[in-house]
């Protein structure tokens, strides 16, 4: 069979769509919106070649409209994630020996599949089930999954290529083989993109995953298996369940092929299942890869220097897109004195301006947060800070989840930096602003250091060059992507690798060859050419 050293097609960001009244896109996926709603879909798993269904089906339900029904799920037990690791190991000596070029032929064909004729039906299914305006879902589940792909493509052809130096005599070769077992893919609700990435960044370097998405992402997640048949993906080697998270856990981290952990969601989550797989560390054939990437208390940090309309506009963008459901939004924001007037007239405009509903009017900038368990935290947040001494809600606080789960973009003005709102993770429309005097901009930097436990993203805003340098320099380990004048969101494949650390997690740089660097295992080849036949060195001769 003829054989060449392959180059891929260059990776490039995929064009985002404006939805804008009277262009095509906005009118074809106006149309994908209203066929989903019509009709009501029957949801497997896919376990192997099978499509399996079970006696105990689940309704799935727009989160900005709880008493329609998109369709059903079908929810497995303990028995299903054992029948899906053994179809993931009987599938994978056949797809771990597949030459690397069709492993990337498949999901460069998932790309453009994701980008042409599904674009409209992964945007809409993303809208539907997680309430995301047009724009939050075209730059998400259409954009950002196809440029995971294809990056994740050229950057694994990067990795093959990075090869030791030889000396005369002899060749030295790297091979960068999967890791020995299965791989688990643990996915979170926000995010499309992400939830396809996990299973199929390791299952492009050779690896065989399980994959379990966010019971109230599975109505989009369907959409992406869909797209990974089409595009070729061997039965088997892409395994999508149903299971609640405890009885996944029990089966997964207890069996022996346990190889590694692909993981988007709360801190709390990922430390007890670090602590499962150290306390099930002799169990396991070698040490699993552990990559998570997990909560935020992103910050903004304006200088005195700053542009007072340039801070409000990325308050209102980095706290309130996609109700501050993302792990990198804007969380606490710290205002030196002589801005807080302008910033605060600037957002409390833009805040009133902000229309609020389901994403199928696409007026609206402001959707529903995903579940009742979501709102109900929240609203906890927002009724204590109502009752609180030392915090001001000056903006939103008000809550209704009689047909949608929908909560007011909050703002909250806290006296004391260590508000509760200035350092735990809400996950919803809540931004907490400490207001600190402009001559103390030193302490402040110090303040948002040490005031909570991640370090995912933040941003600092001035027109002081002096000052930039000094707070990227102090701030080093507080953020993992850091923002100079822009909002702490918004990272794009191939652009800005993303991840965090501290309580962030492992900062494995989702969107980079750092990451696909974890799914695989090296091993150095040395051959030499004419070996010696004689064991003395020059050394041990005679005078």
Known sequence: MPKGIYHVPFAENEPVNSYAPGTPEREKLQAALKEARSKKVDVPMYIGADEVRTDNTKPLSPPHDHQHILGHFHEGDASHVKQAIDAALAAKEEWANLPWEHRASIFLKAADLISGPYRDKINAATMLAQSKNAYQAEIDSACELADFLRF????????YNEQPESSPGMWNRLEYRPLEGFVFALTPFNFTA???????????????????????????????????????????????????????????????????IHFTGST?????IWKTIGENIDTYKSYP???????????ILAHPTAKAK??????????????????????RVYIPSNLWDDVKKYLLEDIKDIKMGGPEDFENFFNAVIDKKAFDKIRGYINAAKESDVAEIIAGGECDDSKGYFIQPTVIQAKDPQYTTMKEEIFGPVVTIYVYQEDNFDETITLVNETSPYALTGAIFSQDRYAIEE??????????NFYINDKPTGAVVGQQPFGGARASGTNDKAGSKLNLLRWVQARTIKETFVPATDYKYPFMGKE
């Open 152 to 159: 994740n493509v050229q950057y694994m052809t990067e990795i």
């Open 268 to 272: 709390g989550v990922f430390k007890h």
């Open 289 to 299: 890869r552990i990559v998570g990437e997990t909560g935020g208390k992103d910050f």
């Open 194 to 260: 992400i939830a396809g990435n996990l299973p199929s960044s390791a299952a492009l370097m050779g690896n065989v995953t399980v994959w379990k998405p966010a019971y109230s992402q599975i109505y989009s997640a369907k959409v992406v298996m869909e797209v990974f048949k089409d595009a070729g993906v061997p039965d088997g080697v892409i395994n999508l369940i149903y299971v609640d998270g405890p009885t996944t856990g029990d089966v997964i981290f207890k069996h022996p092929e346990f190889a590694g």
């Open 471 to 480: 707070a990227t320099k102090r701030l080093s380990n507080a953020a993992g």
């Open 310 to 331: 340039e801070v409000a506009t990325a308050i209102t963008r980095g706290a309130f897109e996609f109700q501050g459901q993302k792990c990198s939004a804007a969380s």
